[in-house]
């Protein structure tokens, strides 16, 4: 971002808004040529505009690096911005918008080493991926008249400007509520005006436990009915995801200030349209600098903020004056299941972290030019990316995010935000799959049983009955057609938390093919009754068909029951092999893989591997001096014996059948044979004539892991 402004604009003692960078308003704002330079060469944008200083506290002649506000009149040329500032889901007109920068933690006003630049934007960026509107904003190098000035963060504005954008209607039906510190940290209504909010106030004050009280703001009939009569005043679910994300980022400034005592609301918007299609207050982050220092930090409340009258009344407050409600913890705790349980949840530490790194990886070498302008603005030597920014980094990846969700957890449970049920557990959380995918639902709790839904309905009902048309769980559900489902586990009269997902069900462009690998007691390779499954082994794809598992080559574990499956390969042929587990010996398939070929739509099943543990079979040759079938005491073992398995039962040992030599004792064995049955031979040798057994050989029946020992042959000398 350029900046092209005569040096008195900013400078000078009398009328530069720099030099005079605590005063604010429109006589403050002065003309300036603003220019986007996109470093891919993509198209940025050059518009001549105003500008002031933007920030609170910051404003203090000792900061020498301000924020600006940037304002679009046609009085310095187009009246708006026509340019997707924000991306291509953003708004893509502006009247104004913000370039901040990094005051607390900062390295240009205050000289912290806990500067991040990234604590507020994490925060916008939080409150979005729950699918909640928020402030929008990237990451800029500033120039200023061609002087570098350091690293900015565009930010929207949530004004009623931005609200028609994003909610539709005109400007002027909006209020819009934010705190001014210049009215002693009280709300105003810098859009529209305070009359719904003191009705809202004065609701929560007078306490929202009962549900005609919880409905009302909802502008509902006690039964949850839309009333129209009422106003809508509040969207639950909007405050709900604003507060838990306030709550898990420890956000000491907002919504209630911990710095005034926690007696005054800071740092929020509140956005209502005012009109018969409000869907009531939505609330917004704003300058959530305050935040990821403390992992045990508890911002959850209660803090006194609020109760005082509607100018201190604040999105926390309300909040806990909706924990009173049994209705609302149920759906708080809902949303806690969402994002801080489900895998994938925007609060879990892996999203966090990937949500994390996603800007710290857009900053990185971005920091080290603002080092070079301010880092030695407050201390030398001067603070550093590879010294006091990576360490803080670090501390937030290795330490803060591991730790926060349980920690959080445990906050809100204490609070009365949780389930006496676990929700159910989907086999995928949603997204595309193809038509006839097997969506399964488990029941973690070994209680109850698991109810339905697939118009987006709730399976319970608002007071706790069951919802007309929920569907018991019985068994894998087949999909066929796009839909959300809803599940919960009821036990008697208990509801579980809630687990939803939605499928975009597509026409298959994939096949499958699937089976089970199972332990073969009898060594005959079929599956008979009562040979269980084998559960932990892995089955892959041989894709360079060398017999071996290879790194990248796609493999899945078999389950509790030995089933394994390949889901979603594209057609063509396969090789499908098995890790012989340790100390074990396939018995099926007998060229040790499947052959399979993949058809579009075609789920192929009842590919078998059949294991037999190994067994042993062993015994002596002797020197049977007596002629009595026994060994007898002095009675010596007979070295260099072959011992053969007579696979052909034709009495000749056989090219390719296994044989052994006897050891200096006499003894023989056969350690790794499967399952079955053997004709267990010796190769007579002249000289000698056999004493036992007396057919010549012994029949060996063997079971799986088995051992048959003391098969001795007796030979005496002639």
């Known amino acids: 971002m350029v900046k092209r402004e005569t040096p008195a604009t900013l400078f000078d003692d009398q ?27 993509t198209k940025g944008f050059q518009i001549d505009a105003g500008v002031r200083i933007r920030g609170g506290f910051s404003r203090g002649s000792n900061n020498p690096k301000h924020g600006f506000r940037l304002f679009f009149r046609s009085e310095y040329g187009d009246k708006q911005l026509d340019y997707p500032m924000f991306g291509p889901t953003g708004a893509k007109t502006f009247d104004s918008f913000d370039l901040r920068t990094f005051q607390n933690y900062s390295w240009s006003f205050q000289g912290d080493p806990r500067g991040i630049f990234l604590r507020d934007q994490f925060s916008r960026d939080t409150q979005l991926a729950m699918g909640q509107p928020t402030e929008r904003g990237d990451f800029y190098h500033l120039y200023i008249n061609g002087q570098y000035w350091g690293l900015y963060n565009s930010d929207e504005r949530p004004e009623a400007n931005y609200a028609a954008d994003y909610f539709g209607g005109k400007p002027e039906d909006y209020d819009v509520i934010k705190v001014d510190p210049d009215l002693g940290y009280n709300v105003e209504a810098t859009d529209g005006n305070l009359d719904a909010w003191t009705q809202l106030w004065n609701a929560a004050k007078a306490g929202l436990g009962s549900e005609a009280a919880y409905q009302k703001i909802q502008g509902n009939n006690p039964n949850g009915t839309r009333n129209p009569n009422y106003k809508v005043l509040l969207d639950v679910d909007n405050l709900i995801d604003y507060e838990l994300t306030a709550i898990y980022t420890g956000n000491l400034d907002g919504p209630v200030s911990w710095f005034l005592g926690n007696q005054s ?69 809902d949303h806690v299941q969402k994002f801080l349980v489900d895998s994938g949840g925007a609060l879990t530490p892996s999203a966090v972290r990937a949500r994390f790194l996603k800007r710290k990886n857009e900053i990185d070498k971005a920091v080290i030019a603002e080092s070079a302008r301010w880092g030695d603005a407050k201390r030398e030597p001067a603070l550093t990316r ?63 049983s698991i109810y339905y839904t697939i118009d987006g309905s709730d399976p319970r009902l608002a007071g706790g009955a069951l919802n007309p048309t929920a569907i018991k769980y019985t068994g894998a559900i087949t999909l066929t057609t796009s839909r959300t489902y809803k599940a919960r586990v009821l036990f008697n009269t208990t509801w579980s938390g809630l687990t939803s997902a939605t499928f975009n069900v597509v026409p298959p462009t994939t096949g499958s093919v699937a089976g089970i690998v199972f332990k073969d007691t009898d060594g005959d390779g079929s599956k008979d009754t009562g040979e269980v499954g084998f559960v932990g082994v892995r089955v892959y794809i041989d894709a360079n068909k060398n017999g071996i598992f290879d790194s990248g080559e796609k493999s899945v574990t078999t389950d509790s029951g030995g089933n394994w499956k390949f889901s979603g390969l594209l057609p063509g042929s396969y090789r499908i092999r098995e890790v012989v587990p340790a100390s074990w010996r396939q018995s099926a398939p007998s060229s040790g893989y499947h052959s399979v070929t993949i058809q579009v739509g075609v789920n192929q099943t009842g590919k078998y591997f059949g294991n037999t543990q190994r067994s042993v079979i062993s015994g002596t040759v002797w020197n049977d001096a007596n002629v009595n079938a026994i060994i007898d005491s002095g009675e010596a073992g007979l070295s260099g014996w072959r011992v053969w398995i007579d696979a052909d039962r034709d009495g000749v040992l056989d090219s390719g059948e296994k044989s052994v030599l006897t050891n200096s004792l006499g003894n023989w064995s056969f350690s790794d044979v499967v399952a079955g049955t053997y004709q267990i031979r010796v190769v007579q040798q002249a000289g000698w004539a056999r004493t036992t057994p007396p057919v010549g050989y012994y029949t060996v029946t063997i079971a799986s892991g088995e051992a048959a020992t003391n098969r001795r042959f007796g030979q005496r000398r002639l």
């Open 15 to 41: 009328t530069g808004i720099y030099a005079n960078s605590i005063q604010d308003g429109r006589e403050w704002e002065r003309p300036a040529s603003i220019e986007l330079i996109k470093p891919d060469g």
């Open 265 to 333: 609301p800071n740092n929020f918007f509140a956005v209502r349209d005012r009109t018969s299609k409000s869907t009531g207050f939505k609330f917004m982050l704003h300058d959530s600098e305050h935040t990821l220092l403390d992992v045990n930090e508890d911002r959850s409340g209660p803090f006194p903020a609020g109760e005082q009258s509607p100018g201190k009344f604040n999105p926390q407050y309300l909040w806990q004056q909706l924990l009173a409600n049994t209705n609302f913890r149920l759906r708080a705790a």
């Open 386 to 448: 590879d010294n006091e920014w990576i360490t803080e980094i670090n501390r937030i990846l290795n330490e803060y995010i591991p730790q926060r969700t349980a920690i959080v957890l445990q906050q809100l449970r204490d609070d009365g935000v949780k389930n006496e049920l676990d929700a159910p557990r989907f086999n995928k959380s949603g997204g595309t799959v193809e038509k006839g995918f097997q969506l399964t639902m488990s029941n973690p709790n070994g209680r109850g």
